[in-house]
């Protein structure tokens, strides 16, 4: 069964400040990856996704994910995160595209210091 | 993208009453939509897959006679949380995606916030 494992629940940052957010995935082949971002009381957002070809993808808002098979990762990063990043953010893996369900990881609560 | 639509966004509602929540794929046709629950400051649990025509394919530990789902069409799916009870306030979420391997993302709804008093 495929797993999702986000290690950090909070993070804060301050603002200006460089970000990464940690999610490791438990998969038998080749996953489909996804950044998604919610704000309190909101749906899910989509930041970036990885399938194939090259493993760093841009995503919108600033952010990029690498993927890593080796460490069986999919890292978010920013290099300057804004007052506005502050939200909840989810790692996912699915076993294919966007007709199967997700699995999600527990989050990492981000918030930004001025 | 395409676009998920789900409605209401909030329902309050009393002990014992059922609730009909709705998720429509607006621009595309979708066989199949997932439901999931989010309980607060939690992740997002899937609940079931709905499937267009034909049964819903519950996760273990769902009540299916408690959470029901009908996919009547290509564009529409609905949950309904019967006899609701205060313990089954929660987020829920529905997601879909275009068939045929035409989109690698899963597009979301709003999301449902129920509250049951």
Not at chain 1, 97 to 114: H, I, R
Not at chain 2, 39 to 68: C, H, I, R
Request: some cysteine; glycine content about 10%.
């Amino acid at each position: 069964a495929q797993s999702v494992t986000q290690p950090d629940i909070h993070i804060t940052v301050s603002e200006g400040a460089s970000l990464e957010l940690r999610c490791n995935y438990s998969y038998g082949a080749t996953p489909y990856l996804f950044w998604y971002v919610q704000s309190p009381g909101q749906g899910l957002q989509l930041l970036l996704k990885y399938f194939s070809g090259d493993t760093l993808v841009q995503g919108i808002k600033g952010f990029e994910a690498e993927f890593k098979r080796s460490q069986s990762s999919f890292n978010l990063r920013k290099p300057s995160v804004h007052w506005s990043d502050a939200a909840e953010y989810f790692c996912a893996v699915s076993r294919g595209g966007g007709g199967n369900k997700l699995t999600f990881g527990t989050g990492t609560q981000l918030k930004v210091e001025l | 993208g395409a676009v998920v639509s789900q409605h209401p966004s909030w329902v309050i509602c009393k002990s014992g009453t059922s609730v009909k929540i709705e998720c429509r794929s607006l621009d595309f046709q979708a066989t199949t939509m997932f439901w999931y629950r989010q309980f607060p400051k939690q992740s997002l649990m899937l609940m079931a897959t709905s499937n267009e025509g034909s049964k819903a394919t519950y996760e273990q530990g769902v009540e299916k006679d408690k959470f029901l789902i009908n996919h009547a069409s290509l564009t529409l799916s609905t949950l309904t949380v019967t006899s609701a009870h205060p313990e089954d306030s929660s987020f829920y979420i529905c997601s879909a995606g275009e068939p045929g391997g035409g989109s690698t993302e899963a597009f979301f709804g709003q999301g449902t916030r129920l509250t049951v008093v």
